[in-house]
């Protein structure tokens, strides 16, 4: 069985950079690494993603519609890739996964309780070994984010200020609930090699734990 790393935080805090540079980092020791993403992953968590974070719905989604629509990505995610995957390769690498949820539906929706029973059923129960939470201030993030998929900001990144900032204190409320699980490495300007070693200390630490 392999080991799941997820990558978790606030807009533009350099996940997409921080997993290329760890993927390569574990290929290089002979590791075999598969990546996804969320919501995304499987062509009908793909399906998802194009409406839950299309900006042409900003407005248009409740709360609650929201939450479910990422639990829907994520319980096709988890039922057609992870399970199967995580038996096929040394390392399950995810740009988000349960703890999104926790953040921005969470803490940033007024939704805790109802997230975290939703993702206990959509999950069944899979937690990742390692949690990668990456730490940006919600202002500097947002000022840092690129518009490649939809051509503007997604619908979630064109939230105020003010929302951000309460999902950024769940991530890290939530790592001082699991500090052995969830690794809160801070965002450092134009460091991207020092922020990928401090991630590589701790993925190897796990996989010498666990030999």
């Known amino acids: 069985m392999g080991f799941f790393i997820v990558f978790e935080g606030g807009e533009g ?10 993927t390569k980092a574990l290929e290089q020791k002979g ?5 996804a993403r ?7 968590s793909e399906k998802v993603r194009e409406l839950v974070m299309n900006p042409k719905y900003k407005g248009k989604i409740g709360a609650r519609t929201e939450m479910f629509l990422y639990m829907v ?18 390392f399950y690498i995810s740009d988000r996964y349960a703890l999104s949820s926790v953040g921005y539906q969470g803490y940033g929706r007024g939704l805790l309780k109802e997230v ?12 990742p070994d390692l949690t990668i939470i990456l730490d940006i201030s919600a202002k500097k993030g947002l000022e840092k984010m690129s518009t490649d998929e939809f051509g503007e900001k997604d619908r979630l990144e064109q939230e105020p200020l003010n929302f951000h900032e309460q999902v ?11 500090p052995d699980r969830m690794k809160v490495i801070p965002y450092l300007e134009n460091q991207p090699e020092q922020m990928h070693q401090q991630i590589l200390s701790h993925v190897l630490k796990l996989v010498e734990k666990n030999n």
């Open 116 to 127: 975290k029973q939703c993702n206990e059923i959509a999950t069944q129960g899979i937690v």
């Open 73 to 90: 990505a994520r319980a096709q995610h988890t039922e057609e890739w992870i399970i199967s995957k995580l038996k096929e390769y040394d």
């Open 31 to 35: 590791f075999s690494v598969f990546n």
């Open 38 to 44: 969320e919501p995304g992953g499987p062509e009908i």
């Open 168 to 178: 950024n204190q769940g991530f890290l409320q939530e790592a001082k609930l699991d």
């Open 13 to 22: 805090n350099g996940k997409s950079t921080q997993i290329k540079l760890i």
